[in-house]
């Protein structure tokens, strides 16, 4: 499989850029993804979605995953607003806001300068309330209603409140 080295270009606003990138995926690593995205096992299903198995002997597993991903449309519900979010905390425009709250959360802990959306994965593992600020804007497909998004590892988020 050929290596998906260039950010995806999607016609939609709200598309994914970080995680449709091979080298981004691979600093990330097979155990991280895993954690990210068996949670989903289920919602995948119910789509006849079928993510690559994060298999440390598979050469292909990072390019597959990202052209999985690629089509954004085909991810509903929670996994595709999670994702968007998660990438939206990796922005660079949310640099601030993100190291600010892993500073918060996360004192003395280290986290990879080098990797935005690892750095907002690293938060979302250890507190994913403070994704509050960072909600990707509710999609026409498999969007949540309302201010809040449904999490897997807690009910709702709330407003941030600083």
Same mark, same amino acid.
């Given at each position: 499989?050929?290596?998906?080295?260039?950010?995806?270009?999607?016609?939609?606003?709200?598309?994914?850029?970080?995680?449709?990138?091979?080298?981004?995926?691979?600093?990330?690593?097979?155990?991280?993804?895993?954690?990210?995205?068996?949670?989903?096992? /289920?919602?995948?299903?119910?789509?006849? &979605?079928? *993510?690559?198995? @994060?298999? =440390?002997?598979?050469?292909?597993? !990072?390019?597959?995953?990202?052209?999985?991903?690629?089509?954004?449309?085909?991810?509903?519900?929670?996994?595709?607003?999670?994702?968007?979010?998660?990438?939206?905390?990796?922005?660079?425009?949310?640099?601030?806001?993100?190291?600010?709250?892993?500073?918060?959360?996360?004192?003395?802990?280290?986290?990879?300068? /080098?990797?935005?959306?690892?750095?907002? &994965?690293? *938060?979302?593992? @250890?507190? =994913?309330?403070?994704?509050?600020? !960072?909600?990707?804007?509710?999609?026409?497909?498999?969007?949540?209603?309302?201010?809040?998004?449904?999490?897997?590892?807690?009910?709702?988020?709330?407003?941030?409140?600083?």
């Amino acid at each position: 499989m050929k290596p998906n080295l260039a950010p995806a270009t999607i016609s939609e606003p709200a598309g994914l850029n970080y995680f449709t990138q091979t080298p981004i995926l691979r600093q990330i690593g097979h155990r991280r993804l895993a954690k990210l995205l068996n949670p989903f096992d /289920d919602d995948l299903k119910a789509v006849n &979605l079928v *993510l690559p198995k @994060a298999d =440390p002997q598979d050469d292909d597993y !990072f390019a597959d995953l990202a052209n999985a991903l690629i089509i954004t449309e085909r991810l509903r519900g929670r996994l595709r607003q999670t994702l968007l979010t998660i990438e939206l905390a990796a922005s660079p425009e949310n640099d601030q806001p993100l190291r600010s709250a892993l500073q918060r959360r996360l004192p003395g802990i280290s986290v990879a300068e /080098d990797c935005a959306l690892d750095r907002a &994965l690293e *938060l979302w593992f @250890a507190a =994913p309330e403070q994704f509050s600020q !960072f909600i990707a804007p509710k999609s026409d497909q498999g969007g949540l209603a309302g201010s809040t998004i449904q999490l897997v590892h807690a009910p709702t988020i709330q407003p941030f409140n600083g």
